[in-house]
């Protein structure tokens, strides 16, 4: 068996979850692998709501105009009715734009696109995802972890400080552990099929039979593809036929029309759904991230998207603690992380209870994850004063400030990039608090180095705001608040006598 030198992280699993982690570890600059099981990527469209709080994320990884270029809108849901009429709604609420709300519209692009994408992104970034090659055993030791690989024929050992199970809701890494993954089964079964498909139009989600849990088939033209997406409730038992001939078949029953045909099936697959999370997210030096931590039912476009979300919370915490920050602050992950996926998995089980009785497929604001929210983690700290505008724990918005030489600039790109941003209201450019590695100080006012005409961040004389990697705020100071900034930084940043991993 072949035995590799120390790499800090090995990502188990090349979904969403694992790529996300990867390219946020790659541009970090820290040493990790990533594999997969599967010989090629993964070729279905399961998850292809991409909601505006990953779409922000997406623009940090530096991916979001491909993906946008790359996918589309979702079309209105057009309801049809037995006499073959039709009403159409629109999938969300509308929402006007705004400056603290770049993204406001969930974006629609196949799962394996948004893949794709990533991979390409991890590519330019100089990593590549391990294909064929599966993780098949793994014993934490003092330090880090000694994980067993298997490539076709060969067995591989390596040894890393940490291991990511991303490897979707059958985890093995979740198995090993010994990790509980208690919840309900939904006493639902589906079919999902990508498919070239004539007789209907691309401008809507056509949906036949709503209500009806036995007959509902909706059909959906996926952007920037030339295929459709089939979803449809199954039986429990027995094999759904899933070649283009069985879902015609399935389809004429459902709609009572004979001029939907159906000429090709790129991917098909029957599931059950069910909600289930697991009991812990972290043993030692292993994690869980994605699909093996929850699942749930696809009903508001969820589980992609707190995929990416848990990855992208865990990427830069490891990274501090690998470069010296304490321990503790891997901890943060399961504690932000766990009560997210709890609450995800609470609304989607409503809006499939609401989609049975009620049939439709409307999606409110509260599927777009714009208000996550971590104030009760033991990283918040309020340190100015109650009524201040930005509360620890809360997403940071963005906002059209100015550069000191009036040009624009929005709050996002200076928060994009692996770093903590600390804002500071002050009355010239330079910073009250040290510069520091990871850290940017920007300082805010009248003859500071960024403008706020309209008072967007509302700081207060001498206020601080300091934002986390991941775009939360993670602590707020009035004009006292110099040292506990430094107090703070200390729990996320190196120690002073690094106790390296
Ligand atoms: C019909 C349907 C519709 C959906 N719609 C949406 C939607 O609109 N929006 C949304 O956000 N989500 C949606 N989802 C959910 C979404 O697809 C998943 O939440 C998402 O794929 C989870 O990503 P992941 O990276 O955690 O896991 P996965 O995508 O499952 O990836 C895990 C990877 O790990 C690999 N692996 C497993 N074991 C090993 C091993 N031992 N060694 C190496 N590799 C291994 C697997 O091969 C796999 O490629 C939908 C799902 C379905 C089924």
């Given at each position: 068996?072949?035995?590799?030198?120390?790499?800090?992280?090995?990502?188990?699993?090349?979904?969403?979850?694992?790529?996300?982690?990867?390219?946020?570890?790659?541009?970090?600059?820290?040493?990790?692998?990533?594999?997969?099981?599967?010989?090629?990527?993964?070729?279905?469209?399961?998850?292809?709501?991409?909601?505006?709080?990953?779409?922000?994320?997406?623009?940090?990884?530096?991916?979001?105009?491909?993906?946008?270029?790359?996918?589309?809108?979702?079309?209105?849901?057009?309801?049809?009715?037995?006499?073959?009429?039709?009403?159409?709604?629109?999938?969300?609420?509308?929402?006007?734009?705004?400056?603290?709300?770049?993204?406001?519209?969930?974006?629609?692009?196949?799962?394996?696109?948004?893949?794709?994408?990533?991979?390409?992104?991890?590519?330019?970034?100089?990593?590549?995802?391990?294909?064929?090659?599966?993780?098949?055993?793994?014993?934490?030791?003092?330090?880090?972890?000694?994980?067993?690989?298997?490539?076709?024929?060969?067995?591989?050992?390596?040894?890393?400080?940490?291991?990511?199970?991303?490897?979707?809701?059958?985890?093995?890494?979740?198995?090993?552990?010994?990790?509980?993954?208690?919840?309900?089964?939904?006493?639902m079964r589906a079919i999902?099929?990508?498919?070239?498909?004539?007789?209907?139009?691309?401008?809507?989600?056509?949906?036949?039979?709503?209500?009806?849990m036995a007959r509902v088939?909706?059909?959906?033209?996926?952007?920037?593809?030339?295929?459709?997406?089939?979803q449809a409730p199954v039986p429990?038992?027995?094999?759904?036929?899933?070649?283009?001939?069985?879902?015609?078949?399935?389809?004429?029953?459902?709609?009572?029309?004979?001029?939907?045909?159906?000429?090709?099936?790129?991917?098909?697959?029957?599931?059950?759904?069910?909600?289930?999370?697991?009991?812990?997210?972290?043993?030692?030096?292993?994690?869980?991230?994605?699909?093996?931590?929850?699942?749930?039912?696809?009903?508001?476009?969820?589980?992609?998207?707190?995929?990416?979300?848990?990855?992208?919370?865990?990427?830069?915490?490891?990274?501090?603690?690998?470069?010296?920050?304490?321990?503790?602050?891997?901890?943060?992950?399961?504690?932000?992380?766990?009560?997210?996926?709890?609450?995800?998995?609470?609304?989607?089980?409503?809006?499939?209870?609401?989609?049975?009785?009620?049939?439709?497929?409307?999606?409110?604001?509260?599927?777009?994850?714009?208000?996550?929210?971590?104030?009760?983690?033991?990283?918040?700290?309020?340190?100015?004063?109650?009524?201040?505008?930005?509360?620890?724990?809360?997403?940071?918005?963005?906002?059209?400030?100015?550069?000191?030489?009036?040009?624009?600039?929005?709050?996002?790109?200076?928060?994009?990039?692996?770093?903590?941003?600390?804002?500071?209201?002050?009355?010239?450019?330079?910073?009250?608090?040290?510069?520091?590695?990871?850290?940017?100080?920007?300082?805010?006012?009248?003859?500071?180095?960024?403008?706020?005409?309209?008072?967007?961040?509302?700081?207060?004389?001498?206020?601080?705001?300091?934002?986390?990697?991941?775009?939360?705020?993670?602590?707020?100071?009035?004009?006292?608040?110099?040292?506990?900034?430094?107090?703070?930084?200390?729990?996320?940043?190196?120690?002073?006598?690094?106790?390296?991993?």
């Amino acid at each position: 068996m072949e035995e590799q030198g120390k790499l800090q992280v090995l990502i188990c699993g090349a979904g969403a979850a694992g790529l996300t982690l990867a390219i946020d570890l790659a541009r970090r600059g820290l040493s990790f692998r990533i594999i997969e099981k599967l010989d090629r990527p993964f070729g279905g469209s399961r998850g292809k709501g991409i909601q505006p709080r990953t779409q922000e994320v997406f623009e940090d990884l530096g991916i979001i105009d491909r993906i946008v270029a790359a996918g589309g809108l979702y079309p209105a849901l057009r309801e049809y009715s037995e006499d073959d009429s039709y009403i159409e709604k629109s999938m969300g609420e509308p929402r006007d734009p705004s400056p603290d709300v770049p993204y406001f519209i969930p974006l629609m692009i196949p799962q394996f696109r948004t893949e794709e994408v990533m991979r390409e992104r991890l590519a330019e970034l100089g990593h590549r995802v391990d294909f064929g090659c599966e993780l098949i055993g793994f014993e934490q030791e003092v330090g880090g972890v000694r994980a067993r690989l298997k490539k076709g024929a060969r067995e591989e050992l390596v040894h890393v400080s940490y291991l990511v199970g991303a490897d979707g809701g059958r985890s093995f890494v979740r198995s090993v552990l010994g990790i509980d993954f208690p919840g309900q089964a939904l006493g639902m079964r589906a079919i999902v099929a990508d498919v070239g498909l004539s007789g209907l139009d691309r401008a809507a989600w056509h949906q036949f039979n709503n209500g009806d849990m036995a007959r509902v088939a909706m059909i959906c033209p996926l952007a920037g593809t030339d295929l459709f997406q089939i979803q449809a409730p199954v039986p429990m038992e027995g094999d759904p036929d899933l070649a283009a001939e069985g879902l015609e078949r399935m389809i004429t029953e459902r709609t009572g029309r004979s001029d939907i045909k159906i000429s090709s099936v790129s991917w098909a697959s029957a599931y059950v759904m069910s909600a289930r999370l697991a009991d812990r997210y972290r043993v030692n030096r292993t994690f869980l991230v994605g699909d093996a931590a929850h699942i749930h039912p696809p009903t508001g476009g969820q589980g992609l998207n707190t995929s990416v979300q848990d990855a992208y919370n865990l990427g830069w915490k490891l990274a501090a603690v690998l470069s010296g920050a304490p321990d503790a602050l891997l901890d943060t992950y399961e504690e932000e992380r766990r009560p997210i996926a709890a609450d995800v998995l609470g609304l989607s089980t409503r809006l499939l209870a609401g989609h049975r009785r009620q049939g439709g497929m409307r999606r409110g604001g509260d599927t777009h994850q714009l208000d996550i929210d971590y104030s009760g983690s033991s990283l918040s700290y309020n340190g100015s004063a109650r009524d201040a505008r930005f509360h620890a724990g809360k997403r940071m918005p963005d906002a059209t400030l100015t550069g000191a030489a009036g040009q624009p600039r929005r709050l996002f790109d200076v928060l994009t990039g692996p770093h903590w941003t600390l804002l500071m209201s002050a009355q010239d450019y330079r910073p009250a608090v040290a510069a520091r590695e990871g850290l940017r100080a920007v300082t805010v006012g009248h003859r500071a180095e960024l403008r706020d005409p309209s008072n967007e961040l509302g700081l207060t004389e001498g206020g601080f705001l300091l934002i986390r990697p991941d775009g939360y705020v993670g602590a707020t100071f009035d004009a006292t608040g110099c040292h506990s900034v430094n107090d703070y930084l200390a729990r996320c940043f190196p120690l002073p006598t690094p106790e390296r991993q």
